[in-house]
């Protein structure tokens, strides 16, 4: 299995001096398929890429390919089914606090998913909302929740496949995400955003 995003659309009008931005997953897998062989859990692609302003983020390529990505930036699926995970994302001199998850889609799938879980408010760790499958998250500091965009097509008020939007608190962004990809059993966690 290899690295499965496509370049984006540019989305909404007026978004002007947009910076490439990769968002979550770009597997689908269906629902109730986990129990499955995973090979054939693995249904199809989702466009994962996309393009939005006010992101003033640094990527960090944690692996060029999933093909050659060491096991510590991944999680196994079958951990993932039993709720969202915490994963230290370390590289270098640097320690990026994730959660991966399953995030189960209006289409019926589910999509693994990760998640830089700094606040883009002031920085708290923020905590995945209950229930096994990852719907968003809440930040103890100061209120903000974010809740993920569920719709393939998208969601009210811009928010996109996967986003971790705002929908409460002072936060100015949604999370910045973490490209992930599937092999085997594992989800790989490729490039993070800081
Ligand atoms: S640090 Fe998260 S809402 Fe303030």
Not at 19 to 43: C, W
Not at 166 to 180: H, Q, T
Request: hydrophobic share 45%; proline share 9%; net charge positive.
């Amino acid at each position: 299995m290899s690295d499965c995003n496509q370049a984006g659309d540019v989305p909404a009008a007026g978004r002007r001096e947009a910076i490439k931005l990769l968002i979550g997953s770009s597997v689908a897998l269906g629902v109730g398929a986990l129990t499955a062989p995973l090979a054939a859990a693995l249904l199809s692609f989702h466009r994962a890429d996309v393009v939005k302003s006010g992101y003033a983020s640094v990527e960090v390529v944690l692996c060029e390919s999933v093909d050659n990505c060491p096991d510590q930036y991944s999680v196994p699926i079958s951990e993932l089914e039993q709720g969202p995970k915490f994963v230290l994302l370390q590289k270098g001199s640097l320690a990026i606090p994730a959660v991966f998850g399953l995030v189960r889609a209006t289409d019926g799938k589910l999509y693994p998913a990760a998640y830089n879980i700094v606040c883009t408010h002031f920085g708290c760790p923020v905590n995945p909302l209950g229930g096994p499958y990852l719907s968003g998250f809440g930040c103890p500091c100061h209120g903000s929740v974010f809740q993920i965009c569920a719709d393939p097509k998208g969601c009210p008020n811009g928010a996109l496949f996967l986003e971790a939007a705002v929908v409460a608190g002072p936060a100015p962004r949604p999370l910045r995400p973490i490209k992930v990809a599937v092999k085997g059993d594992r989800v790989y966690a490729l490039r993070a955003y800081i």
